[in-house]
């Protein structure tokens, strides 16, 4: 029902069957029909138990295209299969390419969701509000959260640009793909349980365009 792929998200799928997973304590959702892989953030959207979605579908048919959207975590095109591993409160995804290398490998704690209280909370330490920017400009995030961050996005003028699953939490922002002047930076960090957060929206001047000084000419008579 959440897919970045070829056919999309089901919004009717999403309706029907999300809220009984998240009320009925679902935690893990493994499907395919598309083809690629996506594993998704644990995500929820009104009840109190996030679900984490896989989407597996790289078995050997022809690939598709896959993108990303806020509840990715990670998504591939690739030939694919994934094994799992459980013990105790933790079950071990393994997505494994045709070469036999783990590409995506992911811990689902029931646990540590379970214990998890609060927030994340998230904000952009650089660059700083206002500052000029031109060519490849580093962006970086602080993110913090009372059990475990799962991820945090970086949206510019409110698009999804990157996405980052590791701290320290760095973007590579390349600025000359959009017009000189302001732009809205922003981040938004995603936990364990479901939850959000975002550092609000920083404005920042992209300036890749230089002005020539004018040439000053003399005339002798």
């Given amino acids: 029902s959440y897919s970045s792929g070829f056919h999309g998200s089901d919004v009717q799928l999403q309706q029907a069957f999300g809220p009984i997973f998240e009320q009925r304590g679902v935690q893990l959702v493994i499907n395919g029909h598309e083809h690629n892989y ?11 138990q996030a679900v984490t979605y896989v989407v597996t579908g790289g078995g050997g048919a ?30 071990t995804l393994q997505a494994v390419n045709a070469s036999g290398a783990v590409f995506d490998s992911y811990v689902l704690d029931r646990c540590a969701q379970a ?3 609060a927030p994340p909370t998230v904000s952009i330490t650089q660059p700083t ?14 993110a913090t959260d009372d059990v475990r961050v799962e991820k945090v996005d970086l949206l510019i003028n409110g698009d999804l640009a990157q996405i980052d699953t590791q701290a320290p939490y760095e973007f590579s922002w390349d600025t000359t793909r959009l017009a000189d002047g302001a732009q809205v930076i922003e981040v938004r960090a995603y936990d364990i349980a479901g939850k959000r ?3 609000g929206m920083r404005t920042v001047n992209v300036k890749n365009t230089t002005t020539a000084a004018p040439e000053i000419v003399l005339y002798a008579s």
Avoid: K, M
């Fill in 38 to 48: 996506e594993r998704l953030v644990p995500w929820r959207e009104t009840g109190p």
């Fill in 62 to 91: 022809e690939l598709r295209p896959v993108g990303q959207q806020a509840f990715t975590a990670v998504s591939h095109s690739v030939h694919h299969y994934v094994r799992a591993t459980v013990s105790g409160c933790q079950l």
């Fill in 115 to 117: 214990n998890d209280a």
């Fill in 129 to 142: 509000a206002g500052a000029d920017v031109a060519g490849t400009t580093l962006i970086r995030a602080q």
């Fill in 197 to 199: 957060a975002s550092s």
